[in-house]
């Protein structure tokens, strides 16, 4: 994420990863501020054993774009809400790849995050079998937590 005001959204990226088993790092990585720091951790990732990469930032958002520049890993982005533009900017700025350097963009904010580890997870389990029947066990029990009535 570019900064430490991020993760308060990119905890629900980890806690979704965590309820479904998959180890991942979590690590400010700046592309504005921190930049040799970005390169360093893009240009590294794949050598390090890295399968996926959720990057999320907020307003001028170009961490997740530069990111996916330098692997060939895939990038899912996460816009993180703006407190000038609630987000837009961070929206738009990631999802608005030109062509040949795709970020996968989820939604603005906390559902976006919790989407990006759960579908983090559904790539890794289109090779890794055992986390494919955790992922389909989340989903039975998302399906009958609800309820069809509207109250008790
Ligand atoms: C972005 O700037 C970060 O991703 C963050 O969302 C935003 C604001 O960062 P701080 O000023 O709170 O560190 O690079």
């Known amino acids: 994420m570019g900064s430490r005001s991020d993760w308060p959204t990119m905890t629900h990226a980890a806690e979704a990863l965590d309820q479904l088993g998959v180890p991942y790092e979590a690590?400010?990585?700046s592309a504005h501020r921190t930049p040799q720091r970005l390169y360093d951790y893009a240009a590294s990732a794949k050598s390090r054993g890295l399968k996926v990469i959720i990057a999320g930032a907020g307003g001028a958002a170009h961490l997740p774009g530069m990111a996916a520049s330098m692997t060939p890993l895939p990038v899912l982005g996460v816009p993180v809400e703006s407190a000038a533009l609630k987000g837009q900017d961070s929206l738009l700025s990631i999802v608005q790849m030109p062509g040949g350097?795709?970020?996968g963009t989820l939604a603005i904010g906390k559902a976006g995050a919790r989407n990006a580890g759960l579908l983090a997870a559904a790539i890794l389990a289109t090779s890794d079998d055992a986390l494919a029947a955790r992922l389909?066990?989340?989903?039975?029990?998302?399906?009958d937590g609800v309820p069809e009535a509207v109250e008790d």
Do not use: C, S, Y
Not at 137 to 142: D, E, H, I, N, V
């Open 136 to 143: 389909d066990a989340f989903r039975a029990a998302q399906t």
């Open 101 to 103: 350097i795709p970020v």
């Open 27 to 29: 690590k400010v990585v």
